[in-house]
């Protein structure tokens, strides 16, 4: 579901997980796409598709196709190519 050039984040505003990646991104300055799969159903029948039917998050969905669930800052940074 993610563009060619964007990261998504699938999460919801409850979490505290969503709020740590948005947190991450948004003090590293790294554009995302937001989706809060409470609001959008579509999104939420494809975070259980890719999740072996559960809602986890955050979901990542990575411009190359890959995906990370529910990740560390340490691993978000290494996807990205941060020291932390």
Known sequence: MTTA???TIY??????GSRRARL???N???IYRW???DLDEQAAR?????N???RSVPTLEWPDGSILV???DDEMAKKLGINL
């Open 5 to 7: 050039t964007q990261i």
């Open 11 to 16: 999460g919801t505003t409850w979490c505290g």
């Open 28 to 30: 590293n300055n790294i």
């Open 35 to 37: 989706i809060d799969i």
């Open 70 to 72: 529910e990740p560390s």
């Open 24 to 26: 991450f991104f948004d």
């Open 52 to 54: 072996h039917g559960c």
């Open 46 to 50: 494809y975070i259980e598709s890719i």
